[in-house]
T-cell receptor
């Protein structure tokens, strides 16, 4: 099993550009999450999904959109990137429990720089 | 909303020293508590977790944590650290009634050989 994978690993954008980060998991997990990690701030939840076709806002959702068209995939989109979105993005999944209930499995992260 | 505080931002120890990393949270309800570790260049992985029962929880690689409800604390300990424990450690608090998981800012541990 590959676990949780993320594409791409690194990306540099110019302000105003758009991009999509892809997260895939092969553990048949119901719940999937997108976090951003910033120095001194730990991980903050952007959006999460409790199942295929559903999404919900987390702590810092502004400037991001997500989609969960297939159970195994969770996409994070930036429509118009801003320098404040420079961060490391982590995807995670858990099964079958809801946020806060049990262990989350994390992907390797995507380092995004917005110039 | 609940918050999680990790008081130590960067801890430097020599091998064989004892470790204690502090974690406090602000939430009065029932919570689940976690410690995750992120080794250099790797993703976060679970170190240990507490749901209920014995407040002293043992995890992987000789780590343990103690839940003290009256102090809203879940401190991580290891009696004797190794160079390979160099990593960043995150405390997390889960409130499943409100679909909420909050992470602390992390503590970077450097162990000198």
């Amino acid at each position: 099993n590959a676990g949780v994978t993320q594409t791409p690993k690194f990306r540099v954008l110019k302000t105003g550009q758009s991009m999509t980060l892809l997260c895939a998991q092969d553990m048949n997990h119901e719940y999937m999450y997108w976090y951003r990690q910033d120095p001194g701030m730990g991980l903050r939840l952007i959006h999460y999904s409790v199942g295929e076709g559903t999404t919900a806002k987390g702590e810092v959702p502004d400037g991001y959109n997500v989609s969960r068209l297939k159970k195994q995939n969770f996409l994070l989109g930036l429509e118009s990137a801003a320098p404040s979105q420079t961060s490391v993005y982590f995807c995670a999944s858990s099964y079958p429990y809801q946020p806060g209930y049990d262990e989350q499995f994390f992907g390797p992260g995507t380092r995004l720089t917005v110039l | 909303a609940q918050s999680v505080s990790q008081h130590n931002h960067h801890v430097i120890l020599s091998e064989a020293a004892s470790l204690e990393l502090g974690c406090n949270y602000s939430y009065g309800g029932t919570v689940n508590l976690f410690w995750y570790v992120q080794y250099p260049g790797q993703h976060l992985q679970l170190l240990l977790k507490y749901f209920s029962g014995d407040p002293l929880v043992k995890g992987i690689k000789g780590f343990e944590a103690e839940f003290i409800k009256s102090k809203f604390s879940f401190n991580l300990r290891k009696p004797s650290v190794q160079w390979s424990d160099t990593a960043e450690y995150f405390c997390a608090v889960g409130d499943y009634n409100n679909n909420d998981m909050r992470f602390g800012a992390g503590t970077r541990l450097t162990v000198k050989p």
